[in-house]
């Protein structure tokens, strides 16, 4: 966790500057590329990362011990951080593609042009940074797309003494559970602050990698079965690309460990005390994770072992097929040649049970070809 | 170790909040998934983990300097812990299905629900946690199951100033040698408070790992013995299954080696300075077994090049007879096609000693290259 | 980061002493090697690496929150460094080749011999250090070279309270965004030091490495579609080639995370409170620069696997087709020679369906072995 | 070095319980697993390891600047530690299988329970315990077996203010040149305390691993040889063996350096301050052997992948002759088989020069064939 | 860096005990083994090693800002070591089988009896230790020796506050450079203390190893264009030859490394302030030393895989030719086969074409195959 020093200058929004002709390749519906950004001062608002068309959805959801209501709102107008003590204002954003209105978000909330640029660029790191009255938590999770394969969403947290701001790349179910909870009256959620929502919101996050876990350790499954029963360059193929998928999960989630571990550390004072602990049972789910992906990794890498050794037993075998073939025809063929040249005194060729003890010993040589094979375990 | 700062509030039982509609996968009899627990609050009792049908069951040792009664019960009922310096209250429960019980024994002795949660994810991680009261520890066991596989199991321990609790998912006699001893009326036990037992019961649980590493250790050398005779690929999977054990194993013990390590050093007023030694032992005890997993670890590589050179040797065996097949039936059987040529004028055919000339020939050839195969080692 | 005590004295340039007859190995246009230095003294000005015969460019750019005076000079003599607070002096050399040059700036700005050798030898690993009066950073970036080689060039930046230098190997576009941004009136840059011109520097820079791994990526991703289709010993060696570009970019981001970081750290008075904060977001981008290598080179790794793999399956195939055609052929060929011996007394010669009947008999053996070998799924 | 605290109170010698129904599996001379003590309290002293028949053999040596006793004892009985200042007490114990007199000895010395246990159990790893009044120093030696196998010996080391107690598996000859220096008069060993007694066991034993080391290194050249020469199975089986001897000095010598390390680190008081030096001699004995035994370790894996290529090579080889025969003699079988046809109109074969052309033709193709594989390099 | 306390006591020179009948095992020319220490006091002087026949040279450098003379001396008798201020006393000697030498030295400079047992002990890990009244260094560096192979020879340096010893293995022209700078009126190391001239010794020796690592780049490159050329098992014997070499610079430059660093950080009195910085420049330069052998290290494995895969391709390849013979003359030889055969009612045998036809079949089967083998790439 990188806490910076409280002494940062509360940053003024108005110097979000934008670079001078910032390089443009915005197709929509295409990723644009973190090197988009090369040459543009810091804090410059482009998005990095899949493009999505609909435009941005804002959820505001304000509760106290008593009352919660939500709402969908247009724009960020007219909100206002609520008091100390009486409510708390939970902001969620679907979609990062409204810049003007992440631009408004960063004035009507004091928040550094950094911040707002990290937000942005989907590629981040998982990490927390403790800012001038704020608290930046950004991390990564993963859904499962169609065909398997694991699409990544980054989702910022910005943390605040009444309120608490959670932006997501996409529309998307993950968060339904913590609302349905704050609807509840008896809920601990209801009476705690945005700290604990925070908390609520990272369990959930971190929780939802047990379900892509679950769906990964199913697939090693499968290819291992697959893999015993016919080792194809595809299983091989397939074996890789869940190695990778690995990765890609172990490189979200050791930082989101260490962050959560610095949380459960924080001495901010957005994070109350009697809160730290949650943070720390995070912290332990996040553990598990990772002994979860280890396991994992450590299964693929013995699956490429039994691969290549594998293939190496099928050559072994095709060996020993041709082998026997050669070992068994070769001295009878040339046995068949020797009686069939044209020698003019070749005695054997006039007696009357030549062919038949040629046949006869023809069949010993085989048989003992094969017994010398079946001795040798190669059929 | 994680130390909590003793600040903790002390939990109200009352939060144990029920998620709003837990997703119910409980088929009895099989293994409930950590995914399971996704989108819960915290403290949300759910027994993750292999259900074990038949009802916990309870057992209730008190015991001091002067006494030791044993009794089993079926209800927490009642029950109160001992005051300081009078005697000293075991409760040992097997079996975690009996959610109402751990909700009750965790009001009685004033558990945070974090602490019940983690009894009953049977997927943690073993350390230890310094909480308000008391302490938690929750460490991991493996039984040889049937056909020689390792079956983990978790054991919790709860330890007051003049209680223990201990948890198992399932009914056993690991810790009838520590029972026995209590029942001695000189053992050190009987003096010594419950943070003796508490090293008593880790000491047994770290020594069962010596149990499961014996037998470890036959298997791995029963394997090289059958991998020298005949290297097949259901020894190479049996390497890789062992290899998965090894590291479950692994898993398992590092972080008991911490957490063992952490109690040592501990500061808790729950440990008495004059047991810290023993802790320190058992400490020793789990650095053993590392170095014996290690050691298995380091054989167990060792096997796989050897399978795999042993593959790459026998194929070179298979190859090396169908050469010498073909070096020496080739020509001779060249030969043969030659005599068997129907030209008008060849000579040779029509020599008296044409064939036994050739026969003469053939033997040479024969005979040269099988002195040659000699010679390259091949035969 | 290597944070010198500010007891070090200040530097008399009179002190660079050349050392007894260095060896001279400066073929124009080739590179020197490091090994040139041995036996000299600290502090010898010898150009270390490849050599580029045009002269260098020096162009200095006074600005301040009011003006911005570009123009480019042709020595150094009569720069003097603004006084604080009234403008910034950065001063930017394209080319190290010009020794005299360098001992003239060294003299006007009180630079340490050292720091002047660590400017030529461009075989520096990138670091910063803390001198009095001036830091020093040095780094390393790369172009794409043609061909798509990475073609390394380092960069010095010395940092003084009102005045920056940086130098450059070559002449290049590199920094040209962040003239414009200087060029800007209403840029950050222009009211801010130099502390925060060195960050735009350095973040350009580490921004540089995205465009490179950007191109990289293709590279790999053309290479395994090559892979797929054809393994071939070249793209073994593209795929080392690829190895060693990732190495090389590893040796220079890892140490200028490390000295990025340090700077973030820093307590110099050089770089002012609230710069601190953008040296930590250069940080960020230098920890994604380096997860997006360590994904190349894991991507890297695998195909590797993948390379070894497909070479063993192709000698499967060929293999298998050549058992096919063995165990086809040799039976029939041996059938063929048996009815080709000359035997006077061969029943089977003289029936009249005898040839026909052997036809059958080789199409029916035939067709066995090929629905074996279909079994077998070798054809 | 886990340097306890001195706050351990004063064992008492009676603590020392028997675990209740100890499960006896000592047969004779043979070694009793670590996992026979499960369940037994800290402190039952049970010998693990190999059973040696023969009795222990006591050797006490009183010295002092200006004497030397030297005596063989049958009992412990009248032992009394000197005075500090006098003189200093070494007794020297071959054999640990005599449990009562090691009883007698924890008593005499007063020696904590678990120290008697450490002693007993020789699996322990390297390391040393400050104890309340003596130091505990256990460490492994290993001598050279017939047939060259490695025997692990553990040697134990108390460390009194005016006495040392040495305790070894077997009888040996290792520590006779420590002996015959005290017997010197002008020995330094003579006028220091035990504390330098102490080092120059130590030093002895690190330095025996020299010794060792000699005879691996010779053991791994001639395998190299050997490998080179032929490699058989036999050879990769000895290099595992070799590879896992080498493991096996690992596992003792990093404890062993880390320990000895920590003695010279000490502040305990039973190590003078001018004896601390001595022990950051022993210290780098200990790093200079590690460089060894990693040295042979890298060997040893070079060996490996010479081996395996070794293995390719020679089935290369034989691919090359298998190929060169069949390259050859199949198309001259061919043609002999295409003059051996019985087709009625041949004209080939009524052709004067018909069978002498066709030898041509066919010494034509074989010539052919031959320069081919000579340009290829396969003959 | 070991720092030892300065509370060492002054030893005395008549301390160094010689062992009870150091076993003799010197023959001349030969390395004496490490191992022939067992077992002998600490401080007995034995030069472990490499022995050099002749006599060791002493050469004594007097030098201050005014003056400097050089001289080679028979004995140190006679030689008293500078007052501080006044000159600096240079002693450097070349060869270290002169044990009655060494020892007056070691009276005269008052050096401890363990320091003069590094000084010969050969086989040292450079480190650095701060003795009372001195410093000492010792290192390693390599000389190219006939035939290309890494000679490696340790220097061994003691920095007094007035005075500097070093020692050599070997005569050679390596500190000339340093003696040529010396001689120079001008020269800073006229000026400085004997520090400076240990920092341009230590330089002049890590810059020393950039020579040893060009000649060694070459090797490289020679060898991998050997490799793709032609992969042989030499070639394969050179890469492993390589790989030990550069494990044997890594071993000596990494602790070198650290000493050097150790220096740069040192307190010790006999490092100025003012020469720090240069003992930093230092480190800078082993770093670099450390890059180039870690990139030699990876393109030498990345050499071993381009050689593994080489070898599997050629045999591929070997393969592919087997496979096309086979394919291409086992049907032809069938057909041949049958025509051979003496049925007495085979009618094409009588066909007027038949003979014709035949050839016509067979080659449309070869071009069929050969078209065939052609698509797969096989030709």
Redesign the interface.
């Given at each position: 966790m990188?806490g910076?020093?409280t002494?940062?200058?509360k940053p003024v929004p108005v110097?979000v500057?934008r670079?001078?002709l910032p390089e443009v390749r915005s197709m929509p519906g295409t990723a644009r590329?973190?090197?988009a950004?090369?040459?543009?001062?810091?804090g410059s608002l482009i998005h990095i990362g899949q493009r999505h068309t609909d435009r941005a959805k804002i959820c505001l959801c304000e509760y106290g011990a008593t009352h919660c209501r939500e709402r969908e709102i247009q724009s960020l107008e007219g909100i206002i951080p609520p008091d100390e003590g009486t409510s708390v204002a939970w902001v969620h954003i679907d979609g990062l593609q409204d810049i003007p209105l992440l631009e408004q978000m960063g004035s009507l909330f004091g928040l550094?042009p950094?911040t707002l640029?990290?937000i942005l660029n989907t590629?981040?790191?998982p990490?927390s940074e403790d800012h001038d009255g704020y608290l930046y938590v950004v991390l990564r999770i993963f859904h499962q797309g169609a065909g398997g394969a694991l699409i990544p969403e980054q989702v910022s947290i910005v943390l605040g003494s009444t309120w608490l701001i959670s932006l997501q790349e996409r529309k998307g179910s993950l968060l339904?559970?913590?609302r349905?909870?704050l609807r509840?009256d008896?809920?601990?959620?209801r009476k705690a602050g945005p700290d604990y929502l925070a908390?609520?919101l990272l369990?959930?996050m971190v929780?939802?990698y047990?379900?892509v876990?679950?769906a990964f350790g199913e697939k090693i499954e499968t290819l291992e079965e697959v893999l015993?029963a016919?080792p194809s360059?595809a299983a091989?193929?397939q074996i890789?690309a869940l190695?990778?998928e690995t990765?890609l999960l172990r490189?979200s989630i050791w930082p989101l460990r260490e962050m959560v571990g610095g949380l459960g550390r924080s001495d901010s004072p957005l994070i109350r005390?009697?809160s730290?602990?949650?943070f720390?049972?995070v912290?332990?789910h996040a553990?598990?994770v990772i002994?979860?992906i280890?396991?994992c990794r450590?299964?693929l890498s013995?699956m490429?072992?039994?691969?290549?050794?594998?293939?190496?037993?099928?050559?072994?075998e095709?060996?020993?097929?041709?082998?026997v073939?050669?070992?068994?025809?070769?001295?009878?063929?040339?046995l068949?040649?020797?009686?069939?040249?044209?020698?003019?005194?070749?005695p054997?060729?006039?007696w009357?049970w030549?062919?038949l003890s040629?046949w006869g010993l023809m069949i010993a040589i085989a048989a003992f070809m094969l017994i010398l094979f079946r001795r040798k375990?190669?059929l």
């Open positions: 990188m910076y020093s002494a940062v200058p110097m500057e670079g001078p590329k973190r090197s950004k090369t040459g543009l001062p810091p550094h950094l640029e990290d590629e981040q790191r990490k339904d559970p913590v349905e909870r509840n008896n809920s601990r959620l908390h609520a369990d959930t929780d939802s047990f379900v876990l679950d015993v016919s360059p091989l193929r890789q190695k990778r990765l490189r005390e009697q730290v602990i949650y720390r049972d912290y332990d553990v598990q002994d979860t280890e396991t450590d299964m013995g490429l072992d039994i691969y290549l050794s594998s293939v190496s037993n099928r050559m072994n095709v060996m020993k097929v041709l082998t073939f050669a070992a068994l025809f070769m001295p009878l063929t040339f068949a040649g020797i009686y069939g040249m044209n020698f003019e005194y070749m054997e060729l006039e009357r030549g062919y040629l375990k190669w």
